[in-house]
């Protein structure tokens, strides 16, 4: 039986709680990892009830690390672009995320069509030759894939009864031709479906597709807090359907628990997220992000598959040299050195901060130091996973 006659037998039967709550927590974490794709489109498992049939069994298969693509699909002009790409690596084990954002007008390859924007794949082949492309792109394999289509954002928001944002600035584009219409103003309020799908999509500035891809983060961690929120056990019934119309995965029950427990574990703002780097290039007349080879698989290996601590070396004394000859102690361990400058304020006592919500790479880059104050400020925007401010009882590190 396809899953969405099997969730739609289960749904118009009355189940029980366990069973409205297991559906809420699938819509919980797919809202997160597709909140960034505009939107959050139908579970459709092709491989029917075997989406409950792993319940019990280890989430992933008992992988330490997977890889997940979600898409964001446009089809608002007919074309079916995929309108924002996110990469993400889950380590279930230690309960990490990380994820990449590809911009929607990156110059690739889509093999069997030729040069094209990323977003284009979609049009050309589905699903299929989204992932397919990505993986060329990125240079792994996907083990698991998150489709959304942009109403779902407007279902799934107003199924959370709205997303509370701070909007940065006046908003407003009309589109006749595609019946759009954004108009935000500025300030924290409460978006419903319609308006949120308006913040996420804006891109109508100097900033373009890249300030786009910094309003979806924000839209991502605030639906997640939102969603996360106790009081939204009194829609499970409401979020459950909306979720079983409106979003398209491979994920079993088994995985999206192992994701739900993660995000409750670590927090929304946690979760490292980043934008593939690139430039903005005209070719052949069309607006496209040329993507540096080297710096992609640099993006890939540091921000997805974490090798090795990212960390910023500022100096809080008036000892020169100091922060770069600690920046070169770190680097003989195997860190990559985000930034080398001053700090604002000098101190006795060097500060060591974990970026990451948790103390394990502070603690570990402490251990190279000798020392240190450990302390933790989560922010999964910051480049780096750990800060270090150094403090006059490094005078001596690295001599």
Known sequence: M?????????????????????????????????????????????????????????????????????????????????????????????????????PRDSRVHLPGVGVRRISEAHSFGGRPLTIETAELLLGFPFDYYIEVKVPGIVELVDALDGVEIDVEKRMYYRDRAQNLLIDLQPGLQRLDGVQAMGYVRFRYDAHGDLGRIRRQRKFLRAAAHQLLAPENVTRVKHLATTFVETVTTNLNV??????????????????????????????????????????????????????????????????????????????????????????????????????????????????????????????????ADVTVVLGRDMADVAQ
């Open 2 to 102: 396809p899953f969405r006659l099997l969730a739609r037998a289960i749904l118009d039967r009355r189940p029980t709680l366990q069973w409205w709550w297991l559906i809420w927590v699938a819509a919980g974490v797919c809202v997160f990892l597709c909140g960034l794709a505009l939107g959050l489109v139908s579970i459709g498992d092709p491989q029917g009830a075997r989406w409950f049939a792993p319940i019990l069994t280890p989430p992933f298969g008992g992988r330490d690390a997977v890889s997940i693509l979600a898409m964001g699909v446009d089809d608002s002009e007919g074309r079916g672009l995929a309108d924002t790409i996110i990469a993400a690596v889950v380590r279930p084990r230690s309960g990490e995320i990380a994820a990449l954002s590809i």
């Open 254 to 383: 088994s995985d999206l628990l192992a994701l739900k427990r993660i995000l409750e574990g670590l927090g929304p703002d946690v979760i490292r997220i980043a934008t593939l780097p690139g430039h903005a290039r005209i070719i052949e007349g069309h607006s496209m992000i040329e993507l540096d080879a080297l710096e992609t698989q640099t993006a890939v290996d540091r921000i997805l598959w974490g090798q090795g601590v990212a960390v910023t070396v500022l100096n809080g004394t008036n000892i020169r040299g100091l922060a770069a000859r600690t920046a070169s102690l770190l680097e003989e361990h195997g860190c990559d050195i985000v930034e080398v400058g001053n700090a604002e304020h000098q101190t006795e006592i060097s500060v060591i901060t974990d970026h990451r919500g948790r103390a394990r790479r502070a603690e570990r880059v402490a251990s190279w130091l000798g020392g240190g104050v450990i302390s933790v400020a989560p922010d999964g925007d910051n480049p």
